[in-house]
Structure formats: C-alpha cells, structure tokens
C-alpha cells in the first residue's frame, strides 16, 4: 500500500531491521541441540515478507559461535542475498563468541588483524556506528581508551537525523546472574562520551532475551537471539537457552522519536478485520468522519 497517515506521525523516516546472536557454526548443531542455520532462514523467510522494506539490516554480534572461517562464509550466504534482495545496507557489529582475524577476512573481504572492528554507516543522514566491545581471548565486554576517542572524534559532528549507536554488551543491567559475570566494563567512562551527543538510541545483543532500558539519557534496545533465547518466567537459577521464542527488531526512526518493536519469527495467519479495502475506505474519509466511523464506542 501507499503512505497512509491517519494521526499526528507520518511514516518512520528511516527503518532498521535489528538482529543478533546467530551464533552461526561450521556444519554443527549449537550445544548438540539447536540448528542454527535453520533458525536464521526461518528469520529471513519472516523478513523477506516484510512491507515496507528496512533501510539497513544491523547484526548485533555472535554473529558466529566460535569464529570459524566456514561459518563467517555460511552467515554471508544467507544474508548477503537477503540485503540485496530488499535494497538494505549490511551492518556488521562483533560479539565476544566472534574472532576479529577470522570475521575480517570472512565477513569483511579484510586482512586479518586484532584491531577492533568499527564501521560508519551513513543512512541518508542518520548516521549508524558498529562498536567493538569484544575483548580478545574473553568473553566480557569493553570499550578501550583508543575505541572511546575514536568515538568521541566521530560524535563531534551532529548528523542531520542523529546517531545510532551499535554494540554487543549492552550497558545495561540484567536479569540473569551469570551475565553480570560478561557485562560490559567500565561503563562510566562510556556514559561520558555519549552524554549530550546526537546519540539517539543505543543497540545491542548478547542477552538473547528481549529488553530496554536507559543509558546515559539515551534508550538502549536488546534485541533477543536467532539462535535461541532465555525464558525468564523461569528462576534464575534455572534459566537456560531454549529454542523458542525467536525475534528480531523493528527500529522505525523519525525526527522527534525512535522505537523498537519485537517482531516474533513464528506467526500465524491473520484476522480479516483491517483488509486494504477497510484502508482505501477510511482515506476517502475526513479526520471527523473517521473518528466517527472507527473511534465512537457503540
């Protein structure tokens, strides 16, 4: 369908599609148990469907579970095409369970090398920046004296539609102990470079649950894993991985605000309440009409 504008927002100016934690491996089955090829292409096949099509895809990190070159080449084959396929900019973010040489050279068509992986990505004026907070040889988080001015160099000139942030380790608390062992460090020292910047919305992984919080002022989004997710009606001790549940993001990005929707990857048929043709007839009507016609309780 063509724009339809029924209140105060026109349509989002910008559309991210945000997804994390592939966990991607070289022909084996994640912990014996779970497909995670499988799982990415019942992701893409949601995606695919998708109207209307997001500006730019950003993958938040894990994006393999051990580093392996042949699972760098897997994850490029199923959502390079994809990218192509929608007319969608390709972002890559590393998480702790990648290995900087092996993603370089291929992910990124890039000499091998431990230098953290940070990219720039201009989206017709909101700008998107991949952060490194993966730590060589571990599996926390940090952003390193070196990557922090780096950014703040990079946040000194606003972008016309403003900044978003992308990383693995988001700066937020979480629900579950053993992740508060991985957070990211030093969090403070982060908060004051983006503080009063044009950062707009920070995203993020690692949780492979769904959630948002505040960071510095400034929202930060958790997008739950392709691979599999936590179940957190659970005790805490009890909390585990389980294969169900999968999600992505929908960043839909406008002058004034920026949200995040969680799309299910598994979905079901539809009602037939709201067709095109119940659209076509309230755009022939006024705002008073329609307000009549939808809003008045009967």
């Known amino acids: 369908m063509t724009e339809i504008r029924f209140g105060a927002h026109a ?3 910008r559309t991210l599609l945000h997804l994390s934690d592939t966990h991607l491996l070289d022909g084996a089955a994640l912990g014996g148990r779970y497909d995670t090829v499988s799982n990415l292409e ?25 580093g392996e070159p042949a699972a760098y080449r897997e994850l490029r084959g199923v959502l390079e095409p994809l990218a192509e ?46 952060l490194d907070s993966t730590v060589p040889g571990w599996h926390h988080g940090e952003l390193d004296p070196e990557q922090l001015a780096w950014l703040r160099a990079e946040l000194a ?12 380790h988001p700066p937020l608390p979480s629900h579950i102990p053993f ?13 004051e470079v983006v503080a009063g910047s044009d950062v707009r919305a920070i995203l993020a992984g690692h ?8 960071f510095a002022g400034i929202p930060v989004s958790v997008a739950s894993a392709t691979c599999y997710t936590m179940d957190l009606a659970l005790p805490v ?32 048929e539809p009602a037939e309440a709201f067709t095109p ?14 307000l009549e016609r939808f809003s008045r309780k009967r």
């Not at 900087?100 to 989206?123: C, F, K, W, Y």
């Not at 043709?277 to 329609?290: D, K």
């Open 237 to 268: 001790e009890r909390v585990n991985g389980m294969d169900a549940g999968q999600s992505f993001h929908l960043v839909h990005v406008w002058e004034d605000t920026i949200t995040h929707a969680v799309v299910p990857v598994a979905s079901a």
């Open 179 to 191: 992740f508060d062992i991985l957070e990211l460090r030093d969090q403070p020292a982060f908060a």
């Open 277 to 290: 043709e119940w659209y076509a007839e309230m755009a022939r009507l006024g705002p008073e009409e329609r």
């Open 157 to 168: 000139e606003p972008a016309p539609l403003g900044t978003i942030l992308a990383l693995h």
């Open 42 to 66: 019942r992701t893409v096949e949601r995606v695919r469907a998708m109207e209307p099509r997001p500006d730019a895809i950003v993958v938040t990190g894990d994006l393999t579970d051990l």
């Open 11 to 13: 349509p989002a100016l």
């Open 85 to 130: 396929e929608i007319g969608a900019a390709l972002i890559w973010v590393a998480g702790n369970h990648d290995e900087r040489p092996a993603m370089r050279e291929h992910l990124l068509d890039e000499p091998g090398s431990q230098a953290p992986i940070t990219a720039v990505h201009d989206l017709d004026g909101l700008r998107v920046i991949a």
């Open 207 to 214: 949780l492979h649950y769904s959630t948002s919080g505040t």
